[in-house]
């Protein structure tokens, strides 16, 4: 058996990565320099793209049972609502947020992982790092001194804002250096703020206050504070913030979590350098702002790990880590830019552009599409991969692209591909007849929308009496759907025309 592949870092993105890999049965190992998982709960907002996410881990029912459902944002100004944006416009299975501490979700993720034998080792930390194209050579530091030289084939550099897997390949962060400083509190206050909602609160003054219900009384506070402050966090600094900025009554009674921190702009040049894959803050670092970090984060180890699983066991060539880059770079690049723009919006200090910026989004956002682009937005269900040099471009007859998320079609289907950690071949058929299954295809096949018994050659056939599924793919006459195992279209053929999908399997062989 080869070497098991190391992940660098248990925050959450460390944790999915090694759960994607050990569920698949992969050999993984996955250390953490610290004793213990944080206690801070950081990142609180899990969108409905990684809800999806969480739906093919299997983990989603519970981790909606540990949060809040947040249904709409809410932007303040003037004393008045300025924007109202309902999360439900989203094309997803779970149209909403998810308000919930990180170390809940890490939690849930790490329980998860040692259902299949794999446990994080602790005090243990990447010191040195060295590869050529056979493999890469781990320098390990154990907690008593113990230096240990690992050798692996991969190595996946989860290991936050300040990696030193990316210092020791010889990569850095690029981008805008010039930090942006908040405030923030972890609370139980009194209020009477609506539950379901995150709520913006534009001041005058030296910035924006977000605001986000969890679960009881508790709320999480952010403020922009001056780059050059440098109180450190009080509970009664806080009180004064939502005093001035929000336009509602907190009255703050106890603190969980008090910190100020500054953040930084900036991505890595190349997420893959040669046998080490960067991923989450190691990758990309940007504000709360519009709360993406995490999951930005986790998605892209969600997209690398079943790469990583086919490569590592020799059923993909390297090649296809590459398309890791090209998926994930662009979506970080647009994450940091829809952060900047959120926050150059927010931190506006002439009054003149404050009134503007208030009108303007007064009317902007009673545009239906304006309303949809930011749900979109705000959830990540926009991200697609339809560039990508691992997906065939083609379409059905409607909206659905090779590249772009399924979407769901009724819940039989939907139940099929939940949990689901391998590529899924669906052949959409219509008017009760049965196609045949594609040949020479070692992959999953299911039959949607024909007989109630699998024809030879599928391993099931689900029911589709009203050709939902043929409506919502665009397949009227019936077609295939190439599912990847994060959910995504790597191919769509006609039912009498399996180029597309043959060609789809010499890319991942390339
Ligand atoms: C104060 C604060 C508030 C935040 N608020 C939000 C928010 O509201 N919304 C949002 O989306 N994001 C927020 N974030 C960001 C979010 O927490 C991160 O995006 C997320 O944690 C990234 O996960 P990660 O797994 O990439 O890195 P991390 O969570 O940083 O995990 C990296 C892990 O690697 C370990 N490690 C580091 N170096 C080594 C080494 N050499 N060897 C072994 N292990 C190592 C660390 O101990 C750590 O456990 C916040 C962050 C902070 C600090």
Do not use: C
């Not at 295809?441 to 699998?454: C, N, S």
């Amino acid at each position: 058996m080869s070497d098991p592949i190391i992940v660098v870092g248990a925050g959450p993105v460390g944790l999915t990565a090694a759960l994607e890999l050990a569920r698949r049965g992969v050999p993984v190992r996955i250390v953490d320099r610290l004793a213990e998982p944080t206690t801070e709960s950081r990142a609180i907002v899990v969108h409905a793209r990684s809800l999806e996410m969480f739906e093919r881990l299997g983990l989603v029912d519970e981790l909606i049972r540990a949060g809040v459902r947040t249904t709409g944002m809410e932007m303040h100004a003037d004393g008045e609502v300025v924007a109202r944006i309902a999360l439900d416009l989203v094309d997803s299975p779970f149209p909403y947020s998810v308000t919930v501490a990180q170390t809940e979700t890490e939690r849930i993720l790490t329980a998860a992982l040692a259902g299949h034998g794999v446990t994080v080792e602790r005090e243990v930390t990447l010191t040195g790092l060295t590869q050529d194209e056979h493999g890469v050579q781990a320098v390990l530091e154990h907690a008593d001194g113990r230096q240990e030289a690992a050798g692996t084939g991969w190595l996946v550099g989860a290991d936050g804002g300040h990696s030193r897997a990316r210092k020791l390949v010889g990569s850095a962060l690029a981008g805008k250096f010039k930090g942006e400083k908040f405030l923030m509190g972890d609370v139980n206050a009194d209020h009477d703020l609506d539950p379901h909602s995150m709520y913006t609160f534009f001041s005058p003054h030296d910035g924006p206050l977000l605001v986000f219900p969890m679960e009881g009384d508790r709320l999480r506070l952010i403020a922009n504070i001056p780059t050059d402050e440098q109180r450190t966090a009080t509970r009664e600094w806080l009180q004064q913030v939502v005093d001035e900025r929000a336009e509602r009554p907190i009255r703050i009674r106890d603190s969980r979590w008090l910190t100020v921190f500054e953040v930084h702009h900036a991505q890595v040049p190349e997420y893959r350098v040669g046998r080490v894959l960067l991923a989450g803050d190691a990758a990309h670092v940007h504000s709360p702002a519009g709360g993406q970090g995490m999951n930005t984060g986790i998605q892209d180890a969600h997209n690398l790990a079943w790469k990583l699983a086919l490569v590592s066991t020799g059923q993909a060539g390297p090649a296809v880590l590459d398309s890791y880059h090209a998926e994930r770079h662009p979506v970080g690049a647009q994450v940091i830019q829809f952060a900047g723009t959120l926050t150059r919006v927010a931190t506006l200090a002439n009054p003149i552009a404050q009134k503007l910026r208030n009108k303007g989004m007064h009317l902007l956002t009673g545009l239906a599409p304006v309303r949809q682009a930011m749900a979109d937005r705000t959830e990540e269900t926009a991200v697609a991969y339809r560039r990508s040099p691992i997906v065939v471009r083609g379409r059905g007859g409607g909206d659905l692209h090779a590249g772009d998320h399924l979407p769901a079609a009724g819940p039989e289907l939907r139940a099929a591909l939940a949990g689901a950690h391998e590529h899924v071949l669906l052949t959409v058929a219509v008017d009760g007849s049965a196609p045949a299954p594609v040949s020479g295809m070692t992959v999953r096949q299911l039959l949607v929308g024909a007989a109630a018994t699998a024809p030879t050659g599928y391993d099931a056939a689900l029911q589709d009496p009203d050709g939902h599924a043929a409506a919502r793919y665009g397949l009227p006459n019936g077609g295939r759907i190439m599912v990847r195992p994060d959910g995504y279209v790597a191919a769509i053929a006609p039912l009498d025309d399996d180029a597309p999908l043959h060609a789809y399997q010499a890319l991942l062989r390339a």
